[in-house]
């Protein structure tokens, strides 16, 4: 296993005091390991869990040609091209049902939607199409075509094929999927466990008195919401003080309990002196300087020796820069230990309202609400002032706006790039 300094030598243009988003992301991907244990749950408890196996066909589905709906089975031969077909009507196919018998030339079947189709007969006409007689069907031309309105077997899945691969986070149709194929239970990774905690001498958790100077700890609470929406299991140690032995507890507990510990605090310029000296016995940290904002002050560990205890993730104090950091760069990695295949997140263009004014040499998230204007386009204004302590502009906002490193000032209209918080926060 690698060290951190082994890690930052294989990066070139590694430099901890003015670090890039991507090297930073970089930097933490070759870091993290996913979890090895494995677990077998019923479908139903799997959603959001993560695959652990391929899921192979052991069918094909649908399991034979069957009608896509309530209509006709007809022979495609049978249709006459520039004018309606007169067809016998030989029976009913209905679902769950095979029909018996053969079915003479110059016949058809009436059938519902998934029955069997009739041996010889390969397309459906739609009910609404025809004009029944007595024991009689007639057919106008050209209302269908040869093989219209028939599913194949094996159309979704062919017996052998892969139906999900490892890696996926399940959703609500892989469950039906899963049960389709007749699976009760299905492998998935164990849980990832996160354990996180607020630093700080002038912080109260809610419900305590607040002194003067004091403020209460929200960065707990936005980490809790964020990390519940990644499935882990999470233990909160609350708000621990600035004393070493207190923060050394703290590590401790949470190394020993958790695969990934997130803190908030302590990691700027002149905060960082007891988490360097306590990770020089208990682990191994970086502190890094990154080219963002918000969230330029960022602490990467680990936390134990040999391969064993947990990664550390030491985000800034600030209530957004917390935020912003954990979405740049915590997420993806708790997901990559989660064993999940990881998806850039998708980004929106969007025509900025207004002028944003922007340094070449750094990345800005600078929050947004995103809104459809007059001719139909997206549309982003910034929600004011973009300070990282200010954290009602982050739940005014509903995405991100993404100035990328090397952009620089935006114009009134141009297009920017913009995380949607929808299904992310």
């Known amino acids: ?46 959603l959001g869990r993560v695959l652990a196996r391929d899921v192979v066909s052991a069918l094909d589905v649908p399991a034979h040609d069957n ?14 091209a520039d004018q309606p077909t007169r067809l016998r009507l030989s029976g009913t196919g209905l679902a769950g049902q095979q029909y018996a018998g053969a079915v003479p030339a110059g016949s058809c079947v009436r059938i519902m939607t ?62 039906g999927l899963l049960a389709s194929l007749g699976h009760a239970e299905v492998p998935v990774r164990r849980r990832l466990r996160v354990a996180f905690f ?9 419900g305590e008195p607040l002194d003067d100077g004091c403020v209460y700890d929200s960065n707990r609470y936005t980490l809790y919401g964020m990390l519940q929406r990644l499935g882990v299991e999470l233990l909160d140690l609350g708000v621990v003080r600035d004393e070493p032995a207190a923060l050394e507890a703290a590590f401790r507990q949470a190394a020993e309990s958790a695969d990934a ?17 306590i990770m020089a016995t208990l ?35 600030n209530p957004v820069a917390v935020m912003v950091t954990f979405y740049a760069f915590v997420r ?17 263009q969007a025509a900025s309202a207004a002028a944003i004014r922007k340094k070449p040499g750094r990345t800005e998230y600078q929050r947004g609400i995103v809104s459809r204007a ?16 200010i954290l009602r502009s982050m739940s005014v906002a509903n995405g991100l706006v993404v100035l990328h490193h090397e952009q620089g000032n935006v114009g009134a209209g141009e297009s920017v790039d913009v995380i949607l918080f929808d299904g992310l926060v």
């Open 1 to 46: 296993m690698q060290t951190l300094q082994e890690i930052a030598s294989c990066l070139s243009g590694y430099d901890p005091n003015a670090l890039p988003v991507e090297k930073a992301q970089a930097f933490i991907a070759r870091l993290v390991q996913p979890v090895e244990a494995i677990e077998r749950v019923p479908i139903r408890s799997s």
């Open 67 to 80: 009608s896509a709906m309530d209509g006709y089975a007809v022979r495609g031969q049978d249709l006459v």
């Open 114 to 175: 998934g029955a069997v189709m009739p041996e010889g007969l390969d397309t459906v006409v739609p009910q609404e199409f025809v004009t029944v007689e007595p024991m009689q069907v007639i057919v106008p031309a050209g209302v269908v075509r040869t093989g219209d309105n028939r599913r194949l077997a094996g159309e979704d899945l062919a017996r052998g094929e892969i139906a999900l691969h490892a890696g996926r986070i399940m959703r609500p149709a892989d469950l």
């Open 198 to 206: 607020s630093t700080g001498d002038e912080l109260r958790s809610v």
């Open 261 to 277: 510990v997130i803190t908030s605090g302590g990691v700027s310029v002149g905060e960082a002196d007891y988490t360097k000296k």
């Open 283 to 317: 682990g191994e940290v970086l502190f890094w300087k990154i080219a963002m904002r918000p969230g330029r002050p960022m602490a990467i560990g680990r936390i134990g020796r040999d391969g064993r205890g947990a990664i550390l993730f030491g985000l800034p104090g």
């Open 332 to 348: 993806d990695a708790l997901l990559a230990m989660s064993g999940a295949t990881l998806e850039p997140l998708p980004m929106l």
């Open 374 to 389: 007059s001719d139909g386009r997206w549309q982003v204004a910034i929600t004011g002032s973009q300070g990282s302590g």
